[in-house]
């Protein structure tokens, strides 16, 4: 039985995931609570294999190969890493999870989205997050700060359109299910959005509280 909290950060590359998720871990833990961190593609000595495939900028594969793909990683993930630290008692922290697999394998690359979400319940045994930061920036922004990192993988090779359709992708989910997804502003400095999204973790607790105790 799942005791934890699975929290997942989503949005387009270089909109902060990586940097505010371990900022939250941080927080998290000086107030006491255990936390892992992983992220997908990947989390597991299979699945870090798979990403390598996946982010190559040689590999040419086609949208079907590449859902299977992240999907074979997420099956992995979710049985050796996520649902036994669930089932601990952690918070379990992950970047990226399947709202990127909506956004990117479906709205963005057409595959029909009955599919992707069928088989993504057959992947993850329907275990789905609790609650979702999503870093939402205009591309032309998020192109800029990934100018200054260098090296570009398959996906960020991508250009400005398909970045939009990321975008747009993701703010349709958010709209979607507006009880799951906070929409952070990640256009702003790091230390705003990580108050913004601290003050969100906060509102969710309290809501979780309040509906625990009714
Ligand atoms: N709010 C911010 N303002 C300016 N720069 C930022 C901000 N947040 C992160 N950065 C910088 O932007 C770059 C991308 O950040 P980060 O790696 O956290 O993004 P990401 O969403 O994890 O990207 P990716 O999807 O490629 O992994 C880093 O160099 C990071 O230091
Ligand atoms: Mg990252």
């Known amino acids: 039985m799942k005791k934890g909290l699975f929290v ?23 107030r ?4 892992i961190t992983t992220r997908e593609p990947g989390g597991t000595p299979a699945g870090e294999a798979i ?25 992995e993930h979710v049985r050796t890493v996520v649902r036994p630290a669930l089932e601990a008692g952690h918070i379990v922290l992950c970047d990226r999870f399947c709202d990127s697999t909506l956004v990117y394998q479906s709205m963005v690359r057409g595959l029909p989205l009955e ?8 992947a993850t045994g329907g275990l789905g997050p609790d609650l979702t930061f ?14 200054k990192r260098g090296g570009q993988d398959r996906m960020e090779q991508e250009g ?11 703010l349709t989910l958010a709209a ?24 969100a973790w906060e509102a969710f607790l309290a809501q979780k509280k ?5």
Not at 22 to 28: F, G, I, N, T, V
Not at 32 to 35: A, F, H, Y
Not at 115 to 122: C, H
Request: proline share 4%; charged share 25%.
């Open 8 to 30: 997942t950060v989503e949005g387009p590359d270089g909109a902060g995931k990586t940097t505010q998720m371990a900022r939250l871990a941080d927080y998290l833990r000086c």
């Open 134 to 147: 999503l870093f939402d920036a205009d591309p032309v922004l998020l192109q800029a700060r990934m100018g």
């Open 32 to 35: 006491g609570s255990r936390v």
């Open 176 to 199: 979607r299910f507006p009880a799951r997804i906070v929409t952070l502003d990640a256009g702003r400095g790091e230390d705003e959005v990580f108050l913004a999204m601290t003050a």
């Open 115 to 122: 599919t992707v979400q069928a088989t993504n319940d057959f």
């Open 51 to 75: 990403r390598a495939i996946l982010l190559s900028p040689d590999m040419a594969l086609g949208e079907r190969a590449e859902l299977l793909l992240y999907l074979a990683a997420r099956a």
């Open 210 to 214: 309040e509906v625990e105790s009714e």
């Open 160 to 170: 400005l359109a398909f970045q939009q359709a990321v975008r747009s992708g993701f």
